[in-house]
């Protein structure tokens, strides 16, 4: 993974200073609560229900050992011994004191870590596929590119101060795992037909109070290109988009407002004289981000055993949920799932974070990924270590086999800890896990994905759910809309609204209710948003509301 | 009292008058969504009345706003010669659609962009339009709500002086433009990514 080098590890140790400075005079009563606000934001810093909330960025998804040992570190000494890993592949601090913050930052800059733009109306944290660089479905491994986006992106002078928060996601696969068309820009890297590195560019997607499905801004840009050509989105974005309300400030509304057609005549027009210019990339840089990700020592002639672990039902449902498949031969990629029921989903405890970290020095070369679905990945493990990894990880809670079923619900802080939610989501995902606890049902069921929100804002991305589940706010009571037949991926799509909102008791057997309709309607081996699909949501507003058998 | 004027790195003397504009109670709403000139609040300005009765001193150096100078282009074309008039505007305020009217940028020895709140970021886009697409060379200067913690950013936009607002110590503020030693993209200021100035 990439290493810090003098420049960069300069430019964290002055922000922390940057920071600290800020902090004082803040504390010094010479800057206002409103001065400081953006500037504490661009920081990760938000202002809790209970206390601050510091998000530290994890550049897309990718740890080493040393560095989750030190997030283990600050969860004990500066938190309450856990963290939260978010949809946005960060890490939540949900208890830090305010005046310890910066000791936190310092403590991060040693293991070349920040919470520089976690927040705010700035360029956020890059994200892209959890199982880059090692899927045997990827084109470009697009883990250079994010980095150089993330250097460059980096304290961008001219973008410092946007309308609304900025997101971009990059995929270098076929199956799209970054949710590139749900993202203010998105990235789709391919091979063109001369066989150069090229990018397919989305604009103005988004979830939120508006949910939209991005467009296409430019077919096909050349990678050399890309930071320039992002300038020119961010320029007119920053230029045009409204500031007068909050609500409308995103670039999807922009887009959505002018027309792609009106919008891609304006950033062609900016590009026109920035193209070429001193931020285009070259291969020099290219190839030296380049070999910080090249392949790890894999060892040739692992001999596969796993079938003589068949009769362990316990083991074989978790290498069935929870590896994946790897280019290399004799090697799977492992998720340990951070959604065992009981557990907020999301949250690691400082125990669980070490363990991870000492599991990817023995299993995975040191490396961990954090998955926008909010679990930890090793991502190279021989398959002749399998068993005794699970065995290992066991202890610590971490192989619940349910990845991509039911119970990996994807899960906002909610209400129990965030300020801006108005209803709670952790309570709810706890509730269908406790309802659904037979874990040969939930195999029965198979792939399907839960998403919950407590509040518009969508951190949970309810909307691309296969369920989703959005708290609402009703004369001051907590209530929940369910949506269905939202998707991720190449064919994503926004959940439609089944009908009039839920209690909080009543969800899980709603839950329920949808997936007798399911299993009564699926055609052999048709998985659950295939079925929405097919058969449309009638079946299903029919019996969960006029109680008429599907 | 001292000077709030930062240019450069240093504290100095303005010697310019800025001219402001009248005041009014003309609001315009203007519609949503689309590419009109907000303002933070919504509203159109400055309106066809104010700019008609706002007044500016007769000689010395004059920073005028942008819609009073092209009302009074053809009467200041000498004191423009002269090199004592500067025009400025605000983030909401768009300088392509009046940039073949009010003929080279470079006359003006001095633009300024006037920032209302903090938190608005168009300032910064404006600086590098101004520098890159229309190679403004003169003094570029930010004023309004100017504090420590945005000029570092608006020096990377192009910008060489700042008005720091009149409350705050603008010596503090001086500190905020040496926030970072060795950024990382290519900008106004510094034009070269980090990879291109330095061996990595």
Redesign the interface.
């Known amino acids: 993974m990439y290493k810090y080098d003098q420049i960069d590890q300069k430019i964290v140790n002055e922000r922390v200073d940057q920071y600290q400075s800020q902090l004082n005079r803040y504390l010094n009563k010479e800057l206002s609560d409103e001065e400081f606000r953006p500037l504490r934001l661009q920081n990760g810093l938000y202002i809790q229900r209970h206390a601050p909330m510091l998000r530290v960025a994890i550049p897309y998804g990718l740890l080493s050992s040393n560095q989750l040992h030190k997030l283990a570190n600050i969860a004990d000494k500066y938190d309450r011994g856990y963290g939260h890993f978010s949809t946005r592949q960060n890490i939540q601090f949900n208890w830090p004191k305010l005046e310890e913050t910066p000791d936190i930052l310092r403590e991060l800059a040693e293991v070349e870590m920040h919470a520089i733009q976690t927040s705010g109306n700035c360029i956020r944290n890059i994200t892209t596929d959890q199982f880059a660089g090692v899927t045997d479905d990827e084109i470009i491994d697009p883990r250079h590119i994010a980095e150089i986006i993330r250097q460059w992106s980096t304290f961008h002078p001219e973008f410092a101060l946007l309308p609304r928060k900025f997101k971009i996601a990059i995929t270098g696969s076929k199956k799209d795992r970054a949710l590139v068309q749900c993202h203010d820009i998105g990235l789709e890297f391919f091979i063109n037909s001369n066989k150069e590195m090229t990018i397919k560019v989305w604009v103005g997607g988004g979830l939120g109070r508006t949910p939209i499905i991005g467009s296409v801004i430019k077919n096909e840009l050349g990678w050399e290109h890309i930071l320039t050509y992002c300038e020119a989105i961010l320029r007119v974005y920053n230029l045009y988009g409204r500031r007068d309300n909050m609500y409308k400030a995103r670039i999807k509304i922009l887009v959505k407002s002018l027309g792609i057609e009106a919008f891609r005549k304006l950033v062609e027009d900016e590009w026109s004289y920035i193209k070429n210019g001193p931020n285009t990339i070259n291969t020099e840089e290219l190839s030296r981000v380049k070999k910080y990700f090249s392949e790890p020592a894999y060892k040739k002639d692992i001999k596969n055993h796993l079938k003589d672990y068949e009769s362990n039902k316990a083991f074989s449902q978790w290498l069935s949920r929870s590896t994946n498949t790897h280019k290399k031969k004799g090697y799977r990629a492992v998720t340990f799932s951070l959604k065992e029921t009981g557990c907020a989903p999301g949250d690691a405890s400082s125990t669980q974070m070490r363990a991870v970290s000492n599991l990817s020095d023995k299993y995975s070369f040191g490396e961990i990924r954090v998955s926008h679905e909010q679990n930890l990945i090793l991502a190279d493990v021989q398959e002749d270590e399998l068993y005794e990894l699970w065995n290992e990880a066991k202890e610590y809670h971490l192989v619940t086999p349910n990845i991509g079923l039911l119970t990996d619900i994807i899960c906002c802080p909610g209400g129990d800890f965030c300020s801006l939610a108005n209803a709670k989501s952790i309570p709810i995902a706890q509730s269908i896990q406790d309802l659904f606890n037979d874990m040969d049902y939930l195999h029965d069921i198979g792939d399907i994905n839960i998403n919950i929100s407590g509040c518009m804002n969508a951190c949970g991305h309810h909307h691309v759910g296969h369920i989703g589940i959005l708290g609402v706010d009703k004369d001051g009571s907590e209530w929940y809309q369910v949506t269905l037949g939202g998707n991720q991926g190449n064919f994503a799509s926004i959940g439609k609204v089944i009908g009039p909102s839920f209690s909080a008791d009543e969800i899980p057997f709603i839950i329920r209710k949808i997936i007798e309709v399911y299993l009564k309607n699926r055609q052999e081996e048709e998985i659950f948003i295939d079925c929405v699909s097919r058969i449309g949501l009638e079946p299903f507003k029919n019996y969960i509301y006029k109680k008429v058998e599907a | 009292m001292t000077s709030q004027l930062i240019k450069g790195k240093n504290i100095v003397k303005d010697d310019w008058v800025t001219a402001e504009l009248a005041e009014t109670e003309q609001i315009v709403r203007m519609q949503?969504?689309?590419?009109v000139a907000?303002?933070?609040?919504?509203e159109d300005y400055p309106g066809e009345e104010q700019v008609k009765n706002s007044i500016f001193p007769a000689t010395g150096k004059t920073l005028l706003p942008l819609k009073v100078f092209i009302l009074h282009q053809e009467e200041l074309s000498e004191r423009l010669a002269n090199g004592e008039i500067g025009i400025w505007f605000s983030t909401h305020e768009e300088i392509h659609s009046v940039t073949g009217t009010i003929g080279d940028l470079n006359d003006f020895p001095l633009i300024a962009i006037h920032v209302e709140k903090?938190?608005?970021?168009?300032i910064?886009?404006?600086?590098?339009?101004l520098r890159?697409?229309y190679n403004f060379k003169n003094e570029l200067r930010a004023f309004g709500d100017v504090?420590r913690?945005?000029i570092?950013?608006?020096?990377?936009?192009g910008f060489n002086s700042y008005l720091i607002r009149k409350d705050r110590d603008a010596k503090d503020a001086i500190?905020g433009l040496d926030?970072?030693?060795?950024?990382?993209?290519?900008?106004?200021d510094i034009?070269?990514?980090?990879?291109?100035r330095?061996k990595?």
């Open positions: 949503a969504g689309k590419i907000f303002k933070l609040s919504g903090f938190a608005d970021g168009r910064f886009s404006i600086g590098s339009q890159n697409k504090l913690d945005q570092f950013f608006l020096k990377r936009s500190k926030d970072f030693s060795d950024p990382y993209q290519g900008a106004s034009e070269d990514p980090v990879w291109k330095r990595r």
